[in-house]
């Protein structure tokens, strides 16, 4: 927890730099936020003809930490200027 020492101002700055953070990262879309995917690997069998195996690794799109940063649309940007001006008017 943040100590400041009484000062409301300090306070509310840090929770919007905290939302705004928090809102820069979405889940990850290919894994749901688990960092690990399920993945179809060929197995050769000369006999058989092959198959594929399924194989579960650390997600390539985030890397493995569930989360990836979201992109930046013209709404996202917008709302994000709308609660900076409630911001600081209400600060």
Same mark, same amino acid.
């Given at each position: 927890?943040?100590?400041?020492?009484?000062?409301?101002?300090?306070?509310?700055?840090?929770?919007?730099?905290?939302?705004?953070?928090?809102?820069?990262?979405? @889940? $990850?879309?290919? !894994? *749901? /936020?688990? +960092? %690990?995917?399920?993945?179809?690997?060929?197995?050769?069998?000369?006999?058989?003809?092959?198959?594929?195996?399924?194989?579960?690794? @650390? $997600?390539?799109? !985030? *890397? /493995?930490? +569930? %989360?990836?940063?979201?992109p930046?649309?013209?709404?996202?940007?917008?709302?994000?200027?709308h609660?900076?001006?409630?911001?600081?008017?209400?600060?």
């Amino acid at each position: 927890m943040i100590n400041t020492d009484g000062n409301i101002v300090a306070l509310n700055l840090h929770l919007h730099e905290r939302e705004e953070y928090e809102a820069r990262f979405i @889940t $990850c879309p290919e !894994c *749901g /936020g688990h +960092g %690990e995917c399920a993945f179809e690997e060929p197995v050769v069998d000369y006999v058989n003809g092959g198959y594929l195996k399924e194989v579960i690794d @650390t $997600c390539e799109r !985030c *890397g /493995g930490c +569930g %989360e990836i940063e979201a992109p930046h649309t013209g709404a996202r940007q917008a709302r994000a200027r709308h609660n900076q001006s409630t911001h600081w008017r209400n600060t």
